[in-house]
Protein backbone atom coordinates (compact mmCIF):
# COMPACT_ATOMS: atom_id res chain seq x y z
CA UNK A 1 0.00 0.00 0.00
CA UNK A 2 1.68 3.19 -1.34
CA UNK A 3 1.32 6.51 1.52
CA UNK A 4 -1.54 8.58 0.13
CA UNK A 5 -0.43 11.66 -1.90
CA UNK A 6 -3.34 13.30 -0.90
CA UNK A 7 -3.81 12.69 3.11
CA UNK A 8 -6.07 15.39 3.53
CA UNK A 9 -8.95 14.15 1.79
CA UNK A 10 -9.35 10.65 3.75
CA UNK A 11 -12.43 9.52 2.27
CA UNK A 12 -14.83 9.67 -0.87
CA UNK A 13 -15.78 13.29 -1.44
CA UNK A 14 -19.37 12.98 0.33
CA UNK A 15 -22.37 14.96 -0.74
CA UNK A 16 -23.04 18.15 1.90
CA UNK A 17 -25.87 19.70 0.46
CA UNK A 18 -25.92 23.44 -0.45
CA UNK A 19 -25.37 24.62 3.17
CA UNK A 20 -23.11 22.16 4.45
CA UNK A 21 -19.97 23.70 6.14
CA UNK A 22 -17.46 21.17 4.97
CA UNK A 23 -15.27 22.63 1.94
CA UNK A 24 -14.19 19.16 0.47
CA UNK A 25 -18.11 17.89 0.10
CA UNK A 26 -20.27 18.46 -3.12
CA UNK A 27 -23.22 20.96 -2.66
CA UNK A 28 -25.03 20.23 -5.87
CA UNK A 29 -23.37 16.50 -7.92
CA UNK A 30 -25.33 13.45 -6.68
CA UNK A 31 -24.04 10.97 -8.51
CA UNK A 32 -27.65 8.61 -7.93
CA UNK A 33 -29.70 11.91 -7.87
CA UNK A 34 -32.21 11.19 -11.03
CA UNK A 35 -32.95 14.00 -13.32
CA UNK A 36 -35.71 13.63 -16.55
CA UNK A 37 -35.23 9.86 -15.69
CA UNK A 38 -32.05 9.44 -15.40
CA UNK A 39 -29.20 9.41 -13.17
CA UNK A 40 -27.02 12.42 -12.62
CA UNK A 41 -23.58 10.57 -13.11
CA UNK A 42 -24.88 8.95 -16.04
CA UNK A 43 -26.06 12.46 -17.36
CA UNK A 44 -22.89 14.20 -17.17
CA UNK A 45 -20.18 11.33 -17.84
CA UNK A 46 -17.30 13.27 -15.48
CA UNK A 47 -13.86 12.23 -16.89
CA UNK A 48 -10.11 13.96 -14.99
CA UNK A 49 -7.71 14.73 -17.33
CA UNK A 50 -4.59 13.98 -16.42
CA UNK A 51 -2.39 16.42 -18.35
CA UNK A 52 -3.23 19.46 -16.28
CA UNK A 53 -3.87 18.03 -13.23
CA UNK A 54 -1.00 15.26 -12.78
CA UNK A 55 1.53 16.06 -15.77
CA UNK A 56 1.80 19.61 -15.64
CA UNK A 57 4.06 21.59 -12.76
CA UNK A 58 2.51 24.92 -12.83
CA UNK A 59 5.07 26.49 -14.73
CA UNK A 60 3.91 29.29 -17.52
CA UNK A 61 6.48 31.39 -20.14
CA UNK A 62 7.34 33.56 -17.18
CA UNK A 63 8.50 31.06 -14.56
CA UNK A 64 8.71 27.48 -13.08
CA UNK A 65 6.66 25.23 -11.83
CA UNK A 66 5.17 25.83 -8.33
CA UNK A 67 3.49 22.59 -8.00
CA UNK A 68 4.05 19.91 -5.63
CA UNK A 69 4.61 16.91 -7.96
CA UNK A 70 7.37 14.78 -6.99
CA UNK A 71 7.18 12.77 -10.32
CA UNK A 72 7.71 15.67 -12.39
CA UNK A 73 10.93 16.14 -11.23
CA UNK A 74 13.81 15.55 -13.44
CA UNK A 75 16.13 13.53 -11.20
CA UNK A 76 13.66 11.57 -10.78
CA UNK A 77 13.83 7.69 -12.13
CA UNK A 78 11.63 7.38 -15.37
CA UNK A 79 9.93 4.65 -14.85
CA UNK A 80 9.09 5.14 -10.80
CA UNK A 81 8.08 8.82 -11.34
CA UNK A 82 5.27 7.08 -14.05
CA UNK A 83 3.67 4.93 -11.68
CA UNK A 84 4.51 7.19 -8.68
CA UNK A 85 1.97 9.54 -11.12
CA UNK A 86 -0.91 7.00 -11.57
CA UNK A 87 -0.85 6.19 -8.21
CA UNK A 88 -1.65 9.99 -6.87
CA UNK A 89 -4.11 10.18 -10.63
CA UNK A 90 -5.70 7.07 -9.17
CA UNK A 91 -5.82 7.91 -5.45
CA UNK A 92 -7.13 11.24 -6.48
CA UNK A 93 -10.12 9.79 -8.80
CA UNK A 94 -11.45 7.10 -6.41
CA UNK A 95 -11.26 9.89 -3.63
CA UNK A 96 -13.32 12.28 -5.99
CA UNK A 97 -15.62 9.25 -6.81
CA UNK A 98 -15.88 10.30 -10.59
CA UNK A 99 -16.23 7.32 -13.07
CA UNK A 100 -13.67 8.36 -15.94
CA UNK A 101 -10.37 9.84 -17.08
CA UNK A 102 -8.51 11.37 -20.04
CA UNK A 103 -4.91 11.32 -20.85
CA UNK A 104 -2.05 11.50 -24.15
CA UNK A 105 0.10 8.90 -24.44
CA UNK A 106 3.01 11.19 -22.88
CA UNK A 107 1.56 12.21 -19.86
CA UNK A 108 1.91 8.33 -18.84
CA UNK A 109 5.17 7.10 -20.52
CA UNK A 110 7.67 8.55 -20.80
CA UNK A 111 9.77 8.16 -24.50
CA UNK A 112 12.62 6.15 -24.92
CA UNK A 113 15.80 6.56 -26.69
CA UNK A 114 14.54 4.32 -29.64
CA UNK A 115 10.84 4.18 -31.31
CA UNK A 116 10.58 0.36 -30.09
CA UNK A 117 11.79 1.22 -26.71
CA UNK A 118 9.13 4.07 -26.73
CA UNK A 119 6.40 1.52 -28.17
CA UNK A 120 7.93 -0.93 -24.85
CA UNK A 121 7.31 1.25 -22.31
CA UNK A 122 3.94 2.61 -22.98
CA UNK A 123 2.58 -1.17 -23.64
CA UNK A 124 4.31 -1.59 -19.99
CA UNK A 125 2.28 1.38 -18.56
CA UNK A 126 -0.95 0.39 -20.38
CA UNK A 127 -0.70 -2.79 -18.92
CA UNK A 128 -0.61 -1.32 -15.55
CA UNK A 129 -3.12 1.30 -16.21
CA UNK A 130 -5.39 -1.56 -17.18
CA UNK A 131 -4.96 -3.16 -13.63
CA UNK A 132 -5.12 -0.24 -11.55
CA UNK A 133 -8.52 0.50 -13.54
CA UNK A 134 -10.37 -3.15 -12.99
CA UNK A 135 -9.19 -2.32 -9.37
CA UNK A 136 -11.20 0.58 -9.12
CA UNK A 137 -13.70 0.21 -11.59
CA UNK A 138 -12.57 3.73 -13.21
CA UNK A 139 -13.12 3.61 -16.93
CA UNK A 140 -11.14 5.66 -19.70
CA UNK A 141 -13.40 8.01 -21.58
CA UNK A 142 -11.04 9.08 -23.87
CA UNK A 143 -7.39 8.13 -25.12
CA UNK A 144 -5.32 10.49 -27.43
CA UNK A 145 -1.86 11.02 -28.60
CA UNK A 146 0.63 13.82 -28.11
CA UNK A 147 1.30 15.17 -31.64
CA UNK A 148 2.97 18.67 -30.30
CA UNK A 149 4.90 18.32 -27.51
CA UNK A 150 8.64 16.96 -29.24
CA UNK A 151 10.17 19.18 -31.22
CA UNK A 152 9.84 17.05 -33.87
CA UNK A 153 6.05 18.65 -34.21
CA UNK A 154 7.25 22.02 -34.41
CA UNK A 155 5.50 22.35 -37.14
CA UNK A 156 2.82 20.38 -37.42
CA UNK A 157 2.14 16.64 -37.41
CA UNK A 158 -0.16 15.54 -40.18
CA UNK A 159 0.61 18.65 -41.80
CA UNK A 160 4.49 18.89 -41.61
CA UNK A 161 6.25 19.63 -44.95
CA UNK A 162 8.34 16.61 -44.10
CA UNK A 163 6.85 13.18 -45.01
CA UNK A 164 8.75 11.38 -42.18
CA UNK A 165 7.44 13.60 -39.69
CA UNK A 166 3.75 12.24 -41.09
CA UNK A 167 4.77 8.85 -40.48
CA UNK A 168 5.86 9.25 -37.23
CA UNK A 169 2.59 10.89 -36.10
CA UNK A 170 0.63 7.57 -37.97
CA UNK A 171 2.82 5.30 -36.09
CA UNK A 172 2.39 6.96 -32.48
CA UNK A 173 -1.60 7.63 -33.56
CA UNK A 174 -1.98 3.73 -34.34
CA UNK A 175 -0.46 2.86 -30.90
CA UNK A 176 -2.28 5.03 -29.00
CA UNK A 177 -5.69 4.26 -30.93
CA UNK A 178 -4.97 0.65 -30.24
CA UNK A 179 -4.03 1.46 -26.45
CA UNK A 180 -7.19 2.97 -26.69
CA UNK A 181 -9.05 0.23 -27.17
CA UNK A 182 -7.12 -2.42 -25.00
CA UNK A 183 -8.75 -0.19 -22.14
CA UNK A 184 -12.22 0.05 -23.18
CA UNK A 185 -11.62 3.46 -24.14
CA UNK A 186 -14.90 4.96 -25.52
CA UNK A 187 -13.66 7.49 -28.05
CA UNK A 188 -10.53 8.43 -29.49
CA UNK A 189 -9.23 12.03 -29.97
CA UNK A 190 -7.37 14.57 -32.28
CA UNK A 191 -6.38 17.43 -31.39
CA UNK A 192 -4.57 19.19 -33.63
CA UNK A 193 -2.67 21.79 -31.86
CA UNK A 194 0.38 22.43 -34.32
CA UNK A 195 -1.90 21.66 -37.64
CA UNK A 196 -2.03 25.02 -38.64
CA UNK A 197 0.62 27.50 -39.62
CA UNK A 198 2.46 30.42 -38.45
CA UNK A 199 3.59 32.28 -41.50
CA UNK A 200 1.62 32.30 -44.75
CA UNK A 201 4.88 32.62 -46.59
CA UNK A 202 6.17 29.20 -45.91
CA UNK A 203 2.53 27.49 -46.27
CA UNK A 204 1.16 25.51 -49.17
CA UNK A 205 -2.43 25.26 -47.39
CA UNK A 206 -4.38 23.01 -50.48
CA UNK A 207 -1.17 20.83 -49.78
CA UNK A 208 -1.72 20.31 -46.13
CA UNK A 209 -5.00 20.51 -46.53
CA UNK A 210 -4.61 16.72 -48.01
CA UNK A 211 -2.49 15.67 -46.03
CA UNK A 212 -4.57 16.26 -42.93
CA UNK A 213 -7.61 14.35 -44.98
CA UNK A 214 -5.52 11.45 -45.47
CA UNK A 215 -3.96 10.93 -42.24
CA UNK A 216 -7.61 10.92 -40.85
CA UNK A 217 -8.95 9.02 -43.30
CA UNK A 218 -5.85 6.82 -42.41
CA UNK A 219 -6.98 6.88 -38.84
CA UNK A 220 -10.93 6.03 -39.78
CA UNK A 221 -9.71 3.07 -41.69
CA UNK A 222 -7.50 1.74 -38.83
CA UNK A 223 -10.15 2.40 -36.31
CA UNK A 224 -12.47 -0.10 -38.62
CA UNK A 225 -9.85 -2.79 -39.05
CA UNK A 226 -9.08 -3.33 -35.56
CA UNK A 227 -13.15 -3.12 -34.85
CA UNK A 228 -12.21 -0.55 -32.32
CA UNK A 229 -15.99 0.37 -31.75
CA UNK A 230 -15.18 4.22 -29.57
CA UNK A 231 -16.20 7.34 -31.55
CA UNK A 232 -13.20 8.81 -33.29
CA UNK A 233 -13.17 13.05 -32.13
CA UNK A 234 -11.85 16.10 -33.66
CA UNK A 235 -11.36 18.89 -31.34
CA UNK A 236 -11.84 22.42 -32.49
CA UNK A 237 -9.18 24.95 -32.02
CA UNK A 238 -8.55 28.81 -33.57
CA UNK A 239 -5.03 29.24 -32.16
CA UNK A 240 -2.58 28.76 -29.43
CA UNK A 241 -0.15 27.52 -29.88
CA UNK A 242 -0.13 27.87 -33.69
CA UNK A 243 -1.13 31.42 -34.83
CA UNK A 244 -3.85 29.95 -37.19
CA UNK A 245 -4.82 26.50 -36.60
CA UNK A 246 -7.09 24.59 -39.47
CA UNK A 247 -9.64 22.79 -37.04
CA UNK A 248 -11.08 26.82 -36.22
CA UNK A 249 -14.28 25.85 -34.70
CA UNK A 250 -17.22 23.32 -34.86
CA UNK A 251 -18.43 24.78 -38.87
CA UNK A 252 -15.08 24.39 -39.88
CA UNK A 253 -14.26 21.34 -39.21
CA UNK A 254 -17.83 20.28 -40.31
CA UNK A 255 -17.02 22.04 -43.83
CA UNK A 256 -13.37 19.68 -43.45
CA UNK A 257 -14.96 16.50 -43.19
CA UNK A 258 -17.99 17.01 -45.52
CA UNK A 259 -15.36 17.98 -48.28
CA UNK A 260 -13.05 14.98 -47.64
CA UNK A 261 -16.18 12.77 -47.15
CA UNK A 262 -14.87 12.19 -43.60
CA UNK A 263 -18.14 13.47 -42.10
CA UNK A 264 -19.66 9.71 -40.76
CA UNK A 265 -16.46 9.29 -39.23
CA UNK A 266 -15.17 12.10 -37.26
CA UNK A 267 -17.60 13.94 -34.52
CA UNK A 268 -16.15 16.70 -32.42
CA UNK A 269 -14.73 17.25 -29.17
CA UNK A 270 -15.98 20.88 -27.74
CA UNK A 271 -13.90 23.00 -25.22
CA UNK A 272 -15.42 25.72 -24.10
CA UNK A 273 -12.59 27.83 -23.54
CA UNK A 274 -11.55 27.12 -27.71
CA UNK A 275 -15.16 28.51 -28.14
CA UNK A 276 -14.66 31.76 -26.79
CA UNK A 277 -10.90 31.63 -28.71
CA UNK A 278 -12.80 31.10 -31.83
CA UNK A 279 -15.14 34.72 -30.74
CA UNK A 280 -18.04 32.40 -30.19
CA UNK A 281 -19.94 31.53 -27.29
CA UNK A 282 -20.00 27.81 -25.87
CA UNK A 283 -23.55 27.69 -26.56
CA UNK A 284 -23.16 28.67 -30.51
CA UNK A 285 -20.82 25.71 -30.90
CA UNK A 286 -22.81 23.24 -29.44
CA UNK A 287 -25.66 24.12 -31.18
CA UNK A 288 -23.70 24.34 -34.34
CA UNK A 289 -22.52 20.63 -33.66
CA UNK A 290 -25.64 19.13 -32.97
CA UNK A 291 -27.11 21.33 -35.68
CA UNK A 292 -24.75 19.82 -38.11
CA UNK A 293 -25.33 16.45 -36.48
CA UNK A 294 -21.08 15.72 -35.60
CA UNK A 295 -21.55 16.99 -31.87
CA UNK A 296 -19.68 14.43 -29.47
CA UNK A 297 -18.33 15.53 -26.07
CA UNK A 298 -17.19 17.97 -24.06
CA UNK A 299 -13.60 19.78 -22.72
CA UNK A 300 -15.45 21.58 -19.86
CA UNK A 301 -13.61 24.89 -18.43
CA UNK A 302 -13.84 28.22 -19.14
CA UNK A 303 -11.43 31.02 -19.92
CA UNK A 304 -11.49 34.95 -18.36
CA UNK A 305 -13.07 37.85 -19.75
CA UNK A 306 -10.04 39.88 -19.62
CA UNK A 307 -7.44 38.14 -21.38
CA UNK A 308 -7.53 36.43 -24.93
CA UNK A 309 -5.63 33.29 -23.90
CA UNK A 310 -6.29 29.43 -23.43
CA UNK A 311 -6.67 29.78 -19.29
CA UNK A 312 -8.40 26.72 -18.32
CA UNK A 313 -10.39 27.53 -15.62
CA UNK A 314 -12.31 25.42 -13.94
CA UNK A 315 -15.73 26.28 -14.78
CA UNK A 316 -17.69 28.67 -12.52
CA UNK A 317 -20.89 29.87 -14.55
CA UNK A 318 -23.86 27.98 -14.40
CA UNK A 319 -25.27 30.77 -16.78
CA UNK A 320 -23.25 29.92 -19.52
CA UNK A 321 -22.80 26.05 -19.37
CA UNK A 322 -27.15 25.86 -18.60
CA UNK A 323 -27.49 26.58 -22.05
CA UNK A 324 -25.07 24.46 -23.60
CA UNK A 325 -26.26 21.23 -21.48
CA UNK A 326 -29.83 22.39 -22.62
CA UNK A 327 -29.27 22.03 -26.21
CA UNK A 328 -27.17 18.63 -25.39
CA UNK A 329 -29.77 17.16 -23.17
CA UNK A 330 -32.48 18.16 -25.45
CA UNK A 331 -30.39 16.29 -28.27
CA UNK A 332 -30.41 12.70 -26.30
CA UNK A 333 -27.68 13.64 -24.32
CA UNK A 334 -24.41 12.38 -24.14
CA UNK A 335 -24.00 9.22 -26.41
CA UNK A 336 -19.89 8.07 -25.90
CA UNK A 337 -19.14 11.28 -24.87
CA UNK A 338 -19.03 13.31 -21.19
CA UNK A 339 -17.18 16.53 -19.42
CA UNK A 340 -13.80 15.73 -19.19
CA UNK A 341 -12.28 18.31 -17.03
CA UNK A 342 -9.54 19.81 -19.53
CA UNK A 343 -8.89 22.86 -16.40
CA UNK A 344 -5.73 23.69 -14.84
CA UNK A 345 -5.04 25.10 -11.45
CA UNK A 346 -3.87 28.93 -11.37
CA UNK A 347 -0.03 29.01 -10.46
CA UNK A 348 -0.62 30.04 -7.29
CA UNK A 349 -2.64 26.86 -6.45
CA UNK A 350 -0.29 25.03 -4.67
CA UNK A 351 -1.74 22.75 -2.04
CA UNK A 352 -2.07 19.54 -2.99
CA UNK A 353 -6.19 19.36 -1.68
CA UNK A 354 -6.46 23.19 -4.46
CA UNK A 355 -7.46 19.93 -6.96
CA UNK A 356 -10.15 18.60 -5.29
CA UNK A 357 -11.67 21.78 -4.54
CA UNK A 358 -11.51 23.12 -7.98
CA UNK A 359 -13.20 19.87 -9.19
CA UNK A 360 -15.44 20.01 -6.97
CA UNK A 361 -16.30 23.24 -7.55
CA UNK A 362 -16.44 22.72 -11.33
CA UNK A 363 -18.38 19.52 -11.08
CA UNK A 364 -21.10 21.27 -8.90
CA UNK A 365 -21.05 23.86 -11.36
CA UNK A 366 -21.78 21.16 -14.47
CA UNK A 367 -24.49 19.15 -12.13
CA UNK A 368 -26.36 22.83 -11.46
CA UNK A 369 -26.72 23.52 -15.19
CA UNK A 370 -27.99 20.23 -15.12
CA UNK A 371 -30.71 20.93 -12.73
CA UNK A 372 -31.84 24.29 -14.84
CA UNK A 373 -31.16 22.47 -18.43
CA UNK A 374 -33.74 19.76 -16.88
CA UNK A 375 -36.43 22.52 -15.79
CA UNK A 376 -36.13 24.37 -18.79
CA UNK A 377 -36.90 21.25 -20.68
CA UNK A 378 -39.53 20.01 -18.15
CA UNK A 379 -41.45 23.66 -18.44
CA UNK A 380 -41.33 23.51 -22.19
CA UNK A 381 -41.91 26.61 -22.45
CA UNK A 382 -38.74 27.63 -24.47
CA UNK A 383 -39.21 24.51 -27.25
CA UNK A 384 -43.22 25.78 -27.49
CA UNK A 385 -42.33 29.03 -28.14
CA UNK A 386 -39.04 27.99 -30.80
CA UNK A 387 -41.80 25.63 -32.72
CA UNK A 388 -44.63 28.61 -32.78
CA UNK A 389 -42.01 31.04 -34.81
CA UNK A 390 -41.70 28.24 -37.67
CA UNK A 391 -45.00 26.58 -38.01
CA UNK A 392 -45.70 28.62 -41.03
CA UNK A 393 -43.57 25.89 -42.40
CA UNK A 394 -45.93 23.48 -41.48
CA UNK A 395 -48.32 24.90 -43.36
CA UNK A 396 -49.41 24.15 -47.19
CA UNK A 397 -47.02 27.15 -48.34
CA UNK A 398 -44.02 25.83 -46.32
CA UNK A 399 -44.48 22.64 -47.52
CA UNK A 400 -44.44 23.73 -51.11
CA UNK A 401 -41.64 26.24 -50.47
CA UNK A 402 -39.53 23.16 -49.69
CA UNK A 403 -40.97 20.68 -52.09
CA UNK A 404 -42.09 20.78 -56.00
CA UNK A 405 -41.78 24.48 -57.08
CA UNK A 406 -39.67 26.75 -58.41
CA UNK A 407 -39.00 30.72 -58.72
CA UNK A 408 -41.61 31.43 -61.93
CA UNK A 409 -44.35 29.51 -59.89
CA UNK A 410 -43.09 31.29 -56.34
CA UNK A 411 -43.61 34.91 -58.19
CA UNK A 412 -46.32 34.38 -59.48
CA UNK A 413 -48.30 33.52 -56.31
CA UNK A 414 -46.94 36.59 -54.64
CA UNK A 415 -48.17 38.50 -57.28
CA UNK A 416 -51.16 36.66 -56.94
CA UNK A 417 -51.67 38.86 -53.80
CA UNK A 418 -52.41 35.79 -51.72
CA UNK A 419 -49.13 36.43 -49.96
CA UNK A 420 -49.27 39.36 -47.43
CA UNK A 421 -46.46 38.97 -44.63
CA UNK A 422 -46.73 40.70 -41.68
CA UNK A 423 -43.26 40.86 -39.50
CA UNK A 424 -43.63 38.77 -35.70
CA UNK A 425 -42.03 39.54 -32.56
CA UNK A 426 -38.56 37.05 -31.94
CA UNK A 427 -39.40 37.60 -28.04
CA UNK A 428 -36.02 37.82 -27.32
CA UNK A 429 -36.53 39.42 -23.91
CA UNK A 430 -39.17 37.29 -22.61
CA UNK A 431 -37.50 34.31 -23.87
CA UNK A 432 -34.69 35.45 -22.12
CA UNK A 433 -36.54 35.55 -18.80
CA UNK A 434 -37.19 32.16 -18.89
CA UNK A 435 -33.57 31.10 -18.80
CA UNK A 436 -33.50 33.42 -16.08
CA UNK A 437 -36.63 32.05 -13.91
CA UNK A 438 -35.13 28.45 -14.62
CA UNK A 439 -32.33 29.38 -12.89
CA UNK A 440 -33.76 31.13 -10.36
CA UNK A 441 -36.03 28.63 -9.47
CA UNK A 442 -33.16 26.05 -9.36
CA UNK A 443 -31.42 28.10 -6.86
CA UNK A 444 -34.54 27.43 -4.79
CA UNK A 445 -34.91 24.04 -5.11
CA UNK A 446 -31.62 23.05 -4.75
CA UNK A 447 -31.11 24.95 -1.39
CA UNK A 448 -34.70 23.21 0.06
CA UNK A 449 -33.91 19.53 -1.36
CA UNK A 450 -30.25 19.63 -0.14
CA UNK A 451 -30.84 21.03 2.78
CA UNK A 452 -33.42 18.01 3.71
CA UNK A 453 -30.98 15.93 2.17
CA UNK A 454 -27.94 16.78 3.85
CA UNK A 455 -30.17 17.35 7.18
MN1 LIG B 1 -9.06 20.16 -24.55
Redesign the pocket.
Known sequence: MVDAFFPDVTDRVPFGGLHGADPLAFRVYEPDRVVLGKRMEDHLRIAV?LWHSFNWPGSDVFGVGTFDRPWLNPAAEPMAAARAKLDAAFEFLQKLGMPYFCFHDRDVAPEGNSWRETQRILDEIIDDIGRRMSDTGVKLLWGTANLFSHPRYAAGAATNPDPEIFAVAAAQVKSMLEATQRLGGENY?L?GGREGYESLLNTDLAREEQQLARFLALVAEHKHRIGFDGMLLL?P?PQEPTKHQYDYDAATVLGFLQRHDLAGEYRV?L?VN?ATLAGHSFHHEIATAIAGGIFGSV?A?RGDPQNGWDT?QFPGSVEELSLAVYEIVQAGGFTSGGF?F?TKLRRQSMDRTDLFHAHIGGIDTVARSLLVAARLIEDGELKRLRNERYAGWNGELGRTLLGETDLDAIAERVLGGDIDPRPVSGRQERIENLVNKAIWSVDAETASVAGARAG
Open positions: CVWEKNEHDNDND
